[in-house]
């Protein structure tokens, strides 16, 4: 398993696909660095363009290998799940990347003291909403979704009800939470959540790529 990892990882970042995403996420980081101030609702918003850059970046890692190839990764890996679940493996690493990054950009511009406690919430929340990111990311993906424009489509509109309905698991809450007295207990409860919906999504969207394939 962890050499059919390496070997989609290498699939991804030859690509170069992961630009425009990474682009895009120091870009927002910056921003919001720059003009929230406080550290944890720059984590808050950082936490949220994560989710929205995780999605995008699933969709990426699980359509970078050519279609031709793919059969012959299946044949090789002797499981489609394997492979599907190798792919969303490398997704999720990479967005966790994207979140180390994203803890240091705000933390150097923060004007006040930065605490070990508030480093450790922001990266549990991007720990979090990158994971909600690959799950959705699962579903836009090829062979479920496969034309790039309803892929692009199904993403946003996703991740937009998330963070737009109350009490939306992880983004809203998380969005609310570090907004507010950020308490570890209730981000560990979302974590929680999050890991079992996510499992579900994810077990969900593997099977419907198969079925699909």
């Not at 793919?70 to 799940?81: H, I, K, Y």
Request: some cysteine; proline content about 6%.
């Amino acid at each position: 398993m962890i050499a059919l990892i390496a070997y989609l990882w290498r699939v991804a970042l030859t690509s170069h696909r992961w630009a425009a995403p990474l682009l895009v996420f120091l870009g927002a980081v910056g921003i919001l660095s720059a003009t929230t101030g406080d550290l944890l609702p720059s984590y808050a918003g950082v936490a949220v363009v994560l989710f929205f850059v995780s999605i995008w970046w699933t969709v990426l890692a699980v359509n970078a290998e050519d279609p031709e190839q793919l059969p012959v990764t299946v044949t090789s890996a002797e499981s489609f799940p394997r492979v599907r679940l190798a792919k969303l493996t490398v997704a999720y690493l990479g967005s966790i990347l994207l979140g180390l990054i994203g803890l240091v950009g705000p933390a150097l511009a923060s004007p006040g003291g930065v605490t070990p406690g508030q480093v450790g919430t922001g990266a549990g929340a991007f720990l979090i909403t990158a994971l909600a990111g690959t799950a959705i990311g699962g579903f836009c993906a090829t062979p479920v979704v496969r034309r790039t424009a309803w892929a692009v489509l199904a993403g946003a509109l996703l991740g937009l009800v998330d963070v737009l309905v109350p009490y939306g698991p992880p983004a809203r809450q998380v969005l609310v939470l570090l907004n507010g007295s950020a308490q570890g207990w209730i981000l560990g409860m979302i974590g929680l959540e999050t890991l079992l919906l996510a499992a579900l999504a994810l077990a969900a969207s593997s099977r419907l790529a198969w079925s699909r394939s």
